[in-house]
């Protein structure tokens, strides 16, 4: 009895758990340092490039002028004017390959969810991540050598949208495709139960209850596009005015201000307006990347 | 549409409602004909009690499947195009060329009659500096995914993934304008200490521009962080895959942290790692405005440094882009959109293939 009340000055046995050695606590606390000093250096580019687009681009966006007028009759050294025509023009090309990428895409997801099987449906979705992979100055020379060169048409801001289609279809079908593949089969079953046909299920029970994760994933492909400098470089010519018809004429877009002011005009006013359409532009693709953030929150798939 | 591939799409996809359906509808409306004959060879079930037969017949249904195949042709048909038309275009002038397409370094189109131009350069400034940007960034982009699944607790794992994700929201012009504006100065002093200390190594010798911003380093540096995002998203989501008992069963033979990222989220998230690596290449070989702008163009031939300047397949194609306008010059340049586009397939298919459907590239 007396001999289980002494405490034992050392354990009989080696104990059960011992000490992890030093070797392996200095390896273990090195991946941590090096994993964590990974995630700094991403994260310092990050900043430096938004400070300084902040900082150098600030002093043209708080003008009100900058946000409703163009650079029509303002000289290339006076610091005048906004760009205006170059918002109105990035919309309306974003527009036009929404218009087109936006259902074709929503349906290609629907096909390739719902009725795809077999060859056909592996190719198609092969040829999505291909799509996704081409890069923009390649869908923008292949615009050009189908429209331009072979049937003729002029260069406009029609054109860039259809470029801007095929750089927006992969991310649309993708984000779509996921969000279909999240809809519970019980409400696919409940709905053939009633004996609704197949497409009636698909355009009134699985697609409303994906809508808000698609919204999201157009929101993601328009910020996606507007960003886009090569299919503008190939495709149109720089307007210093306002032009609102895509069909006809120069079209001035952000990208296209930012890259002909700089390659054309070295003025300190240039250069206010280069980094001023840079900081408008983060700003517009932000907001539509805020949108699609806020859009999914408020609307994950419930069952 | 091919016959075949329709025909065996109709007869899995009446298979498949058959089994989620298997409800009560008697067969009440007869089948239109015009898909009886495909229907016929292929089913063998009866009918009886399959809604998803008789609902699979119906206009609606034929119009709405339709739509959606033909949708997904539309992707298909692209592609398709697209190679199509850049070797319709690129034909002419590949004919018409007096140079070696592959090996001469030159790229003359201003005379129409006697075109001269190859991509050996074009393809020597587009490796180097994508594969650089990929030897910087394939490590970070590794410890970023790691830091963000095994060690940021779950409540930050969100907003830290979603700065990452800001770096993708970056237009790439504004990268060039950044890149060549502020980073190229800002790291010129280190691109000068290279090249005095390792000047020896072919590498880092002196290239074919007076200066040292806005080389094919000052590129590769600014891809890097262009391509970052990219390999971290999709490396991430397969590291957050990773089986829980794998990882538990590490834990249990007291492993510490590293030896579990070691022995089970490694070798788990290895393919996934090497497939978004693979997309981060694609993305760096097509890049266009942020190496064109921070790229300076380089008078003499390509000496294979990284402090040589030039033009990569994508940013000549851009520099060029306002004098497009007689068809043989313009065909020169479709021709190298054309290597572009073949390059960019072959680095996305083994993506795929390395993936093996893991990764939704």
């Given at each position: 009895?007396?001999?289980?009340?002494?405490?034992?000055?050392?354990?009989?046995?080696?104990?059960?758990?011992?000490?992890?050695?030093?070797?392996?606590?200095?390896?273990?606390?090195?991946?941590?340092?090096?994993?964590?000093?990974?995630?700094?250096?991403?994260?310092?580019?990050?900043?430096?490039?938004?400070?300084?687009?902040?900082?150098?681009?600030?002093?043209?966006?708080?003008?009100?002028?900058?946000?409703?007028?163009?650079?029509?009759?303002?000289?290339?050294?006076?610091?005048?004017?906004?760009?205006?025509?170059?918002?109105?023009?990035?919309?309306?090309?974003?527009?036009?390959?929404?218009?087109?990428?936006?259902?074709?895409?929503?349906?290609?997801?629907?096909?390739?969810?719902?009725?795809?099987?077999?060859?056909?449906?592996?190719?198609?979705?092969?040829?999505?991540?291909?799509?996704?992979?081409?890069?923009?100055?390649?869908?923008?020379?292949?615009?050009?050598?189908?429209?331009?060169?072979?049937?003729?048409?002029?260069?406009?801001?029609?054109?860039?949208?259809?470029?801007?289609?095929?750089?927006?279809?992969?991310?649309?079908?993708?984000?779509?495709?996921?969000?279909?593949?999240?809809?519970?089969?019980?409400?696919?079953?409940?709905?053939?139960?009633?004996?609704?046909?197949?497409?009636?299920?698909?355009?009134?029970?699985?697609?409303?209850?994906?809508?808000?994760?698609?919204?999201?994933?157009?929101?993601?492909?328009?910020?996606?596009?507007?960003?886009?400098?090569?299919?503008?470089?190939?495709?149109?010519?720089?307007?210093?005015?306002?032009?609102?018809?895509?069909?006809?004429?120069?079209?001035?877009?952000?990208?296209?201000?930012?890259?002909?002011?700089?390659?054309?005009?070295?003025?300190?006013?240039?250069?206010?307006?280069?980094?001023?359409?840079?900081?408008?532009?983060?700003?517009?693709?932000?907001?539509?990347?805020?949108?699609?953030?806020?859009?999914?929150?408020?609307?994950?798939?419930?069952? | 549409?091919?016959?075949?591939?329709?025909?065996?799409?109709?007869?899995?996809?009446?298979?498949?409602?058959?089994?989620?359906?298997?409800?009560?509808?008697?067969?009440?409306?007869?089948?239109?004909?015009?898909?009886?004959?495909?229907?016929?060879?292929?089913?063998?079930?009866?009918?009886?009690?399959?809604?998803?037969?008789?609902?699979?017949?119906?206009?609606?249904?034929?119009?709405?499947?339709?739509?959606?195949?033909?949708?997904?042709?539309?992707?298909?048909?692209?592609?398709?195009?697209?190679?199509?038309?850049?070797?319709?275009?690129?034909?002419?002038?590949?004919?018409a060329n007096n140079a070696n397409f592959l090996t001469s370094p030159e790229f003359v189109t201003t005379d129409a009659a006697n075109l001269r131009f190859?991509?050996?350069?074009?393809?020597?400034?587009?490796?180097?500096?994508?594969?650089?940007?990929?030897?910087?960034?394939?490590?970070?982009?590794?410890?970023?995914?790691?830091?963000?699944?095994?060690?940021?607790?779950?409540?930050?794992?969100?907003?830290?993934?979603?700065?990452?994700?800001?770096?993708?929201a970056v237009p790439s012009i504004v990268f060039g304008l950044w890149g060549i504006l502020v980073l190229a100065p800002a790291i010129e002093p280190f691109?000068?200490?290279?090249?005095?200390?390792?000047?020896?190594?072919?590498?880092?010798?002196?290239?074919?521009?007076?200066?040292?911003?806005?080389?094919?380093?000052?590129?590769?540096?600014?891809?890097?962080?262009?391509?970052?995002?990219?390999?971290?998203?999709?490396?991430?989501?397969?590291?957050?895959?990773?089986?829980?008992?794998?990882?538990?069963?590490?834990?249990?033979?007291?492993?510490?942290?590293?030896?579990?990222?070691?022995?089970?989220?490694?070798?788990?998230?290895?393919?996934?790692?090497?497939?978004?690596?693979?997309?981060?290449?694609?993305?760096?070989?097509?890049?266009?405005?942020?190496?064109?702008?921070?790229?300076?163009?380089?008078?003499?031939?390509?000496?294979?440094?990284?402090?040589?300047?030039?033009?990569?397949?994508?940013?000549?194609?851009?520099?060029?882009?306002?004098?497009?306008?007689?068809?043989?010059?313009?065909?020169?340049?479709?021709?190298?959109?054309?290597?572009?586009?073949?390059?960019?397939?072959?680095?996305?298919?083994?993506?795929?293939?390395?993936?093996?459907?893991?990764?939704?590239?």
């Amino acid at each position: 009895m007396s001999a289980a009340l002494d405490a034992p000055e050392r354990p009989a046995a080696p104990a059960t758990f011992r000490n992890v050695s030093t070797a392996r606590k200095i390896k273990d606390r090195l991946a941590t340092v090096l994993v964590s000093l990974a995630f700094l250096i991403a994260v310092i580019p990050l900043v430096w490039l938004l400070v300084s687009v902040l900082i150098k681009g600030f002093p043209a966006i708080v003008s009100a002028d900058w946000w409703t007028r163009s650079l029509s009759g303002v000289t290339p050294d006076e610091v005048r004017g906004g760009v205006y025509h170059a918002i109105v023009g990035t919309l309306v090309q974003a527009v036009i390959s929404g218009v087109i990428a936006v259902p074709v895409g929503i349906l290609a997801a629907v096909y390739l969810v719902e009725y795809g099987r077999g060859r056909l449906a592996k190719t198609t979705s092969f040829m999505v991540d291909i799509l996704s992979g081409v890069p923009s100055i390649v869908a923008a020379l292949f615009i050009f050598a189908l429209f331009v060169s072979i049937v003729g048409l002029e260069q406009s801001g029609f054109l860039v949208g259809l470029a801007l289609v095929l750089l927006m279809l992969p991310v649309v079908i993708r984000n779509t495709e996921e969000m279909l593949r999240l809809v519970p089969d019980e409400l696919r079953e409940a709905s053939y139960a009633l004996g609704i046909p197949k497409w009636k299920t698909i355009l009134r029970i699985v697609l409303p209850t994906a809508l808000s994760g698609t919204i999201t994933g157009v929101m993601l492909a328009f910020a996606r596009v507007m960003g886009e400098t090569a299919p503008v470089l190939v495709l149109v010519g720089y307007a210093r005015a306002i032009n609102f018809n895509p069909f006809e004429g120069n079209q001035a877009s952000l990208p296209l201000l930012i890259y002909t002011e700089l390659s054309t005009n070295p003025s300190a006013a240039g250069q206010l307006r280069i980094w001023g359409g840079a900081l408008t532009l983060i700003l517009i693709v932000m907001l539509f990347q805020l949108a699609a953030s806020l859009i999914s929150r408020y609307s994950a798939i419930s069952k | 549409m091919t016959p075949d591939g329709d025909e065996a799409d109709a007869n899995t996809v009446s298979e498949r409602t058959t089994e989620r359906a298997p409800s009560d509808d008697p067969e009440t409306r007869g089948r239109p004909t015009g898909s009886a004959t495909m229907s016929t060879v292929t089913d063998t079930q009866p009918t009886a009690t399959d809604p998803g037969r008789t609902t699979s017949g119906g206009t609606g249904e034929r119009v709405f499947r339709g739509l959606t195949t033909g949708s997904g042709l539309v992707v298909v048909a692209a592609i398709a195009l697209i190679g199509l038309f850049l070797v319709v275009q690129a034909v002419p002038s590949l004919l018409a060329n007096n140079a070696n397409f592959l090996t001469s370094p030159e790229f003359v189109t201003t005379d129409a009659a006697n075109l001269r131009f190859g991509i050996r350069d074009l393809l020597v400034v587009t490796l180097l500096s994508s594969l650089m940007a990929l030897v910087i960034a394939m490590p970070i982009g590794m410890g970023i995914a790691l830091f963000l699944t095994q060690y940021t607790p779950p409540r930050l794992a969100q907003p830290f993934s979603y700065v990452i994700g800001l770096l993708a929201a970056v237009p790439s012009i504004v990268f060039g304008l950044w890149g060549i504006l502020v980073l190229a100065p800002a790291i010129e002093p280190f691109a000068a200490f290279l090249q005095t200390y390792l000047g020896w190594f072919f590498l880092f010798a002196p290239g074919n521009l007076p200066v040292l911003t806005g080389t094919i380093f000052t590129g590769g540096i600014v891809l890097a962080i262009m391509i970052l995002p990219i390999i971290t998203a999709t490396t991430r989501e397969v590291f957050a895959q990773t089986p829980r008992f794998q990882v538990e069963a590490a834990q249990a033979l007291g492993a510490t942290r590293w030896e579990v990222i070691r022995m089970a989220v490694l070798p788990y998230g290895r393919s996934g790692f090497i497939a978004a690596s693979m997309l981060g290449l694609g993305r760096a070989l097509g890049e266009t405005i942020a190496v064109l702008l921070v790229i300076r163009a380089a008078t003499s031939p390509s000496t294979g440094s990284l402090f040589d300047g030039g033009y990569t397949f994508a940013s000549l194609i851009a520099s060029a882009a306002s004098e497009f306008s007689q068809p043989l010059p313009t065909g020169a340049y479709i021709s190298a959109g054309l290597v572009l586009f073949v390059l960019t397939f072959v680095v996305n298919a083994i993506a795929r293939v390395v993936a093996g459907g893991k990764v939704n590239g």
